[in-house]
């Protein structure tokens, strides 16, 4: 970077925006789409945050299998703003197949599907002939979901309940909570029910399930995520007139007396008439200065939670769909990332594990001991198939822990400092830490700056808020 002290140029108001995940991404593309000069700024040397690839030998892998929904209307913008909607696409309509490995007589396939019914007929079908419920058990989780249609997400008791004792309460098995309830609350919230806000789990399956009869149908990136999160995104903000800046980190945020902001970084202080740090929590309570937030110590009430991903690749195929949802076994979900990888031969398994505080410090041939076997159990042609990697990635704080009260604790995008705006998914965007969250933030850390500013909204940018 150059030296001395940058400040606006003749182009008018200039932002700094701190963090280059998806949140600070979005910030900064709704910026500038705005007219406003912004400068990138992530300490890491690639943008994407915690959605990212690397490389190993010969393959692009992805540090975790992340997945968005059709009601991810803000994710599908940004993934239609740099271009890559094509690269990530949804399902034609929800199909997931679960495997119970816990059955006598050996596992068994069931299928959680949608028809083109309005809802909640659209799952009545699926639920009707899922085999991994007892015929009790289907009708109270139609009772149990009819119940949850009606809770109000804007009343703020929900928060302080537990998604696990509303279940009980409303008639659910520990049977139908492991092969429902948790098969998707575990994936999307990245906690079990028992730990979950009563309100993130009611605002997950609402919004994804009892909302639009497409709302859950799944998309995935077909090619590895840097492809999308970087690579793409870099493009875009390249040809929006970022500066973009990788492997600098910021050393400190203050303002400067006439409503302006500092930032600092190595050999260079940055003028702004905004800034907006996109940064986790722990990092923006760091670099918050005082008075910014009236409690800013709820920041680190906020907790996180790990999750696990563990990666195989066979010499051979193994799993002829593209991804599965597991029963009766650690294993959670499992994806084929062989073509994305840019494996030629055999085939690449990714497991991703949720809400994986036992085992996130596990070492990695004692995670080879638990999960090749119960890979063995699920898929019966990797019985005679060679191993010929096994390798672990561990995101020790993936996500916000969305446990109940953790609604109280997330900030709005506006801070108390004129002028200094939060973004990221742990804050109050109402939904759990996802990328629709993170982008969300960073959408309305966007809107809040240019209100600030005087500046027009880019009608464009705003359009998925009336679709959701």
Same mark, same amino acid.
């Given at each position: 970077?150059?030296?001395?002290?940058?400040?606006?140029?003749?182009d008018?108001r200039?932002? @700094?925006?701190?963090?280059?995940?998806l949140?600070?991404t979005?910030?900064?593309l709704a910026?500038a789409?705005?007219?406003?000069?912004?400068?990138?700024?992530?300490?890491r040397?690639?943008l994407?945050?915690?959605?990212?690839?690397?490389?190993?030998?010969?393959?692009?892998?992805?540090?975790? *299998?992340h997945?968005y929904?059709r009601?991810?209307?803000?994710?599908?913008?940004?993934?239609?703003r @740099?271009?890559?909607?094509?690269l990530a696409?949804?399902?034609?309509?929800?199909?997931?197949?679960?495997?119970d490995?816990?059955?006598?007589?050996?596992?068994?396939?069931?299928?959680?599907?949608r028809?083109?019914?309005?809802v909640?007929?659209?799952?009545?079908?699926?639920?009707?002939?899922y085999p991994?419920l007892?015929?009790?058990d289907?009708?109270?989780?139609?009772?149990?979901?009819?119940a949850?249609?009606?809770?109000?997400?804007?009343?703020? &008791?929900?928060?302080?309940?537990?998604?696990?004792?509303w279940?009980a309460a409303?008639? *659910?098995?520990?049977?139908?909570?492991?092969?429902?309830?948790?098969?998707v609350?575990v994936?999307?919230?990245?906690a079990?029910?028992g730990?979950?806000?009563l309100?993130?789990?009611?605002?997950?399956?609402?919004?994804?399930?009892?909302?639009?009869?497409?709302?859950?149908?799944?998309?995935?990136a077909?090619v590895?995520l840097?492809?999308?999160?970087?690579?793409?995104?870099?493009k875009a903000?390249?040809?929006a007139?970022?500066?973009?800046e990788?492997r600098?980190?910021? &050393?400190?945020?203050?303002?400067n007396?006439d409503?302006r902001?500092?930032?600092?970084?190595p050999?260079?202080t940055? *003028?702004?008439?905004?800034?907006?740090?996109?940064?986790?929590?722990?990092?923006?309570?760091?670099l918050?200065p005082?008075g910014?937030?009236?409690?800013?110590?709820?920041?680190l009430?906020?907790?996180?939670a790990?999750?696990?991903?563990?990666?195989v690749?066979?010499?051979?195929k193994?799993?002829?769909?593209?991804?599965?949802?597991?029963?009766?076994?650690? @294993?959670?979900?499992?994806?084929?990332?062989?073509?994305?990888?840019?494996?030629?031969d055999? *085939?690449?398994?990714?497991?991703?594990?949720?809400?994986?505080q036992d085992?996130?410090?596990?070492p990695?041939?004692v995670?080879?001991?638990?999960?090749?076997?119960?890979?063995?159990?699920?898929?019966?042609?990797?019985?005679g198939?060679?191993v010929?990697?096994?390798f672990?990635t561990?995101?020790?704080?993936?996500t916000?822990?969305p446990?109940?009260?953790v609604?109280?604790?997330?900030?709005?995008?506006?801070?108390?400092?004129?002028?200094?705006y939060?973004?990221?998914?742990?804050?109050?965007?109402?939904?759990?830490a996802?990328?629709?969250?993170? @982008?969300?933030?960073?959408?309305?850390?966007?809107d809040?700056v240019l209100?600030?500013?005087?500046?027009p909204r880019?009608?464009?940018?705003?359009?998925?808020e009336?679709a959701?």
């Amino acid at each position: 970077m150059t030296h001395g002290t940058r400040s606006e140029g003749p182009d008018g108001r200039h932002a @700094v925006v701190v963090g280059g995940g998806l949140a600070g991404t979005t910030a900064a593309l709704a910026l500038a789409d705005a007219g406003v000069r912004v400068t990138l700024l992530e300490g890491r040397p690639r943008l994407g945050g915690l959605a990212f690839s690397f490389q190993r030998g010969e393959l692009t892998i992805d540090n975790g *299998q992340h997945v968005y929904l059709r009601c991810c209307t803000a994710y599908r913008w940004f993934l239609d703003r @740099v271009e890559g909607a094509a690269l990530a696409p949804l399902q034609d309509r929800l199909d997931v197949p679960v495997l119970d490995a816990a059955r006598p007589a050996g596992r068994r396939l069931g299928r959680l599907r949608r028809d083109a019914l309005p809802v909640p007929l659209h799952l009545g079908r699926s639920l009707a002939a899922y085999p991994h419920l007892s015929l009790a058990d289907r009708a109270r989780v139609g009772r149990a979901a009819l119940a949850l249609k009606g809770l109000d997400l804007a009343d703020p &008791a929900l928060d302080t309940q537990d998604f696990g004792s509303w279940l009980a309460a409303h008639g *659910q098995s520990a049977r139908a909570v492991e092969a429902l309830w948790d098969l998707v609350g575990v994936a999307t919230l990245n906690a079990v029910a028992g730990d979950a806000s009563l309100g993130l789990a009611a605002m997950v399956f609402k919004t994804g399930l009892l909302s639009d009869p497409g709302a859950a149908d799944i998309g995935w990136a077909h090619v590895p995520l840097g492809d999308l999160h970087d690579r793409l995104a870099r493009k875009a903000l390249d040809s929006a007139g970022v500066r973009t800046e990788v492997r600098t980190r910021v &050393a400190s945020v203050s303002g400067n007396g006439d409503g302006r902001w500092n930032v600092q970084v190595p050999g260079e202080t940055l *003028q702004a008439d905004a800034v907006v740090l996109a940064v986790p929590q722990r990092e923006a309570h760091d670099l918050l200065p005082d008075g910014a937030l009236d409690a800013p110590e709820r920041l680190l009430g906020i907790g996180t939670a790990p999750i696990l991903n563990v990666h195989v690749v066979y010499d051979r195929k193994v799993l002829a769909r593209p991804f599965f949802a597991a029963l009766g076994s650690p @294993v959670q979900w499992v994806f084929d990332r062989t073509a994305a990888s840019g494996l030629r031969d055999g *085939q690449y398994l990714a497991l991703s594990q949720s809400a994986a505080q036992d085992e996130i410090d596990q070492p990695v041939a004692v995670l080879r001991e638990r999960y090749l076997p119960e890979l063995e159990r699920l898929l019966p042609l990797t019985r005679g198939a060679e191993v010929k990697d096994f390798f672990v990635t561990r995101e020790r704080t993936a996500t916000f822990a969305p446990t109940p009260g953790v609604e109280r604790l997330r900030p709005g995008a506006r801070t108390k400092a004129s002028g200094l705006y939060l973004a990221g998914a742990w804050t109050a965007t109402g939904w759990p830490a996802t990328m629709e969250s993170a @982008v969300r933030s960073g959408v309305g850390a966007a809107d809040a700056v240019l209100d600030a500013l005087g500046r027009p909204r880019p009608r464009h940018l705003f359009e998925f808020e009336e679709a959701a």
